[in-house]
């Protein structure tokens, strides 16, 4: 999410510091006011702090690692103002230290993850967690959605941010001058990698953090409370849930959620939930499908878990569950369902973003429509397990040819050596390797 | 951060783009999480011992001024980033190049640590913005209902930003290269910018040494003691439980450095000894590299 120089306009990025310059000012004097003197170790440990949190790698499931910015987790124990501060001169040491960020876009940077990401953690977790007691489980949950929420709500400007370059700074033949994606481009680019990725992670490990804190050393969450946050009520017994009752309750939350989106979009009539005639629905047919995908799932899924090598055990059973109830989305009505051409998104917007348009030619699929061109699953009159049979069969075989080309190109890299070497000198000062010792062990 | 997406990808650079990389890989020859980790804190304490390595040796740059380098970086980055032509971006590359040269930066390594670093990623993200930006097109490559049509601006727009980003990083690179860490806080003290940032910013840079030699402790001693294989949800568990405990020293430690800084007549006031002289040299390239770049921004208009 770091921001490199040249990505933005120098106007863009200079700009922006109307809005982060003052937010350092008031933070400053806001965090002078509260912790006086003791402020400057206190700070500098905490940037410290959040750069060495920064650098954690943390598992994900599936075989990859991801790291965290920690600035929700020191908005809580510190208050917002102090978090600006930590983060902003972690981002300044990462910039101009170790290449990390650009040094004209330090601005843009800190404003979206120095500034505007510990305090939309910070008002997620105060409003989620109400007045619940300190040390409740709520504290701990609603600090994990918080910290999700606010890295997202950074990446959104990220997004913003890139997008509206080639709109303002595009020569006269159109050319791009800065990042080349325009809104529609970037916006989703930077949501979708950052909703289900980091900022998830980011959300587990501040979740995880402050419940560490709660067990461990609650005095760091009661000590400072009272300074800057005066009026939360006060310590309280750590109460916890059973699993099974977060688990269906966040579901419950969800399908209602989704049936009031859903009740939106029809426009208030139960009948059209989601814009769609779902009396058009032959249910007798929905009935076939299920069963069909059902009997598929129960097929495809032992298997893929038994034949797949251990490292892809998991992840492979999951895409291929994925895959087999993937074609669900048939059933509803009216609308083409998944992500449709540029006609259907012409239908549904009314216009065609033009990029779109260049970019549907290219990738054109073999098996476009997401269905094997045959008559037996694409007729006219096929029915809808057909149709269903062969979306998951383009299912199956577009994740085998993804992951194929993923390996192939994680292969070449590999095989490629193409890594920078210390010259002889830095050589010598090189630490001791610490995984030689103790290869093949641990996680 | 896990994604290939637009922005995140530098994030993943700095691996690619520290000096080193410590050799350990697991059997099958993937890099668990625990040894990237380790990785990516040996290369930072790597990478800052050889650049203040590099800082101390005598060369054009390291013996200007600071404020001067600070000045004349700017400068740079500045008309690197208001300038829309191709040849001034090379031309801005061969003078830090020549640069690199005259402040005996190893040539090899400043080339391929930037090339191979942030602007490659940049390279990748911008492959596609080829195909989407409207435009006449260059060609039309047609392979059934395949069209291979990359347009014109698009290719332009991704020559110009690739250059553009290859620049301000390899002036980024030669200016922490060439100039102690502590002379570069100095120097922004010269920007005006408030004495207490200046303070904050220089103990943070001494503390996270400190944490980071801590971390690297508390990992290598799980690694060396872990011998089954564990569960993510317990990696995790393990990971946060650390970030806890790192974050209960820090409250401790800061306690403990206030408590020092009182006993040494801290009183909220910050007393720097006094800098550098600017020199008629420092002047001289200061003026000169400041000319050159509004020269490059002038005159680059014209060029394409």
Request: a positive charge; one cysteine or more.
């Amino acid at each position: 999410m770091h921001i490199p120089d040249g990505y933005l306009s120098p106007i863009v990025s200079i700009g922006l510091g109307a809005a982060t310059v003052p937010a350092w000012g008031i933070a400053s004097q806001k965090v002078k006011a509260i912790l006086n003197n003791r402020t400057i170790p206190l700070l500098a440990i905490f940037a410290a702090l959040s750069f060495t949190i920064m650098m954690f790698n943390i598992p994900v499931p599936g075989g990859t690692t991801a790291h965290g910015v920690g600035g929700t987790l020191i908005a809580i124990v510190l208050g917002p103002w102090a978090a600006v501060i930590a983060v902003s001169v972690a981002l300044v040491i990462q910039a101009l230290f170790f290449g990390d960020g650009g040094v004209l876009a330090i601005f843009a940077n800190c404003l979206n993850m120095g500034v505007l990401l510990p305090f939309v953690g910070y008002a997620v977790y105060r409003l989620l967690a109400g007045r619940a007691p300190l040390l409740s489980s709520r504290r701990a949950v609603a600090a994990g959605v918080a910290a999700y929420v606010g890295i997202t709500v950074s990446a959104l400007a990220v997004g913003i941010e890139l997008g509206i370059q080639p709109l303002l700074f595009s020569d006269a033949s159109g050319r791009p001058l800065y990042s080349p994606y325009d809104l529609n481009a970037a916006i989703p680019a930077m949501l979708l990698a950052h909703a289900f990725g980091a900022s998830i992670v980011e959300g587990l490990i501040t979740y995880l953090g402050v419940a560490y804190l709660q067990k461990r050393h609650p005095a760091y969450l009661t000590s400072l409370r009272g300074v800057y946050a005066p009026g939360v009520t006060d310590d309280g017994a750590a109460s916890s849930r059973p699993y099974w009752q977060v688990l269906a309750a966040t579901t419950l939350a969800a399908v209602a959620v989704l049936f009031a989106v859903g009740l939106v979009l029809g426009g208030g009539n139960p009948g059209r939930l989601f814009g769609a005639d779902w009396s058009q629905v032959n249910w007798a047919d929905v009935g076939t499908m299920l069963l069909v995908t059902a009997v598929i799932a129960v097929v495809i899924v032992p298997l893929a878990y038994l034949a797949l090598p251990r490292r892809l055990k998991r992840i492979g059973a999951a895409f291929a569950l994925v895959a087999d109830i993937a074609p669900l989305g048939l059933i509803a009505p009216g609308f083409a369902y998944g992500e449709g051409g540029s006609k259907d998104v012409q239908a549904a917007f009314g216009y065609i973003p033009q990029g779109l348009q260049h970019l549907s030619g290219i990738f054109s699929a073999p098996l476009s429509g997401y269905t094997i061109p045959l008559p037996f699953f694409s007729g006219a009159n096929a029915s809808l397990w057909h149709a269903a049979v062969g979306y998951q069969a383009t299912g199956i075989v577009g994740i085998l040819l993804c992951g194929g080309v993923i390996l192939a190109i994680a292969r070449l890299l590999r095989g490629g050596g193409t890594v920078p070497d210390l010259p002889e000198d830095a050589d010598a000062e090189r630490h001791p390797a610490p995984g030689d010792a103790a290869e093949g062990i641990g996680a | 951060m896990t994604s290939p997406a637009v922005p995140a990808a530098p994030d993943q650079a700095r691996v690619a783009a520290s000096p080193s990389r410590s050799g350990d890989r697991r059997r099958d020859g993937r890099v668990g999480w625990l040894e990237k980790t380790l990785g990516g804190i040996t290369a930072s304490i790597e990478h800052a011992i050889f650049t203040e390595q590099h800082a101390r040796t005598d060369g054009w740059l390291q013996r200007r001024d600071p404020r001067a380098k600070l000045g004349m970086f700017l400068a740079l980055v500045l008309a690197a980033s208001l300038t829309a032509s191709v040849a001034v971006l090379v031309g801005l590359y061969a003078l830090t190049l020549g640069a690199a040269r005259a402040s005996r930066v190893p040539f090899s390594f400043f080339v391929k640590r930037v090339w191979l670093g942030i602007p490659f990623f940049a390279g990748i993200v911008v492959i596609p913005a080829i195909f989407m930006v409207p435009g006449p097109r260059l060609f039309d490559f047609a392979i059934g209902s395949l069209h291979l049509a990359p347009s014109a601006p698009g290719a332009g727009g991704a020559v110009l930003f690739v250059a553009r980003v290859g620049v301000s990083v390899s002036l980024a690179v030669l200016l922490v290269m060439t100039t102690p860490w502590a002379d570069i806080l100095k120097s922004l003290r010269s920007l005006r910018v408030p004495q207490v940032f200046v303070l904050v910013l220089s103990m943070t840079y001494r503390y996270i040494f400190l944490f980071l030699h801590t971390a690297n402790g508390i990992l290598l001693a799980r690694k060396s003691r872990v011998v089954a294989r564990t569960t993510g949800g317990e990696q995790r568990r393990w990971i946060s439980g650390t970030m806890g405990n790192l974050m209960s020293r820090a409250f401790k430690m800061s306690n403990d450095v206030y408590a020092a800084m009182l006993a040494r007549g801290f009183s909220g006031e910050m007393r720097a000894r006094a800098f550098h002289r600017m020199r008629t040299a420092d002047w001289a390239a200061l003026g000169g590299v400041a000319a050159i770049a509004a020269l490059a921004v002038l005159g680059g208009r014209t060029l394409p």
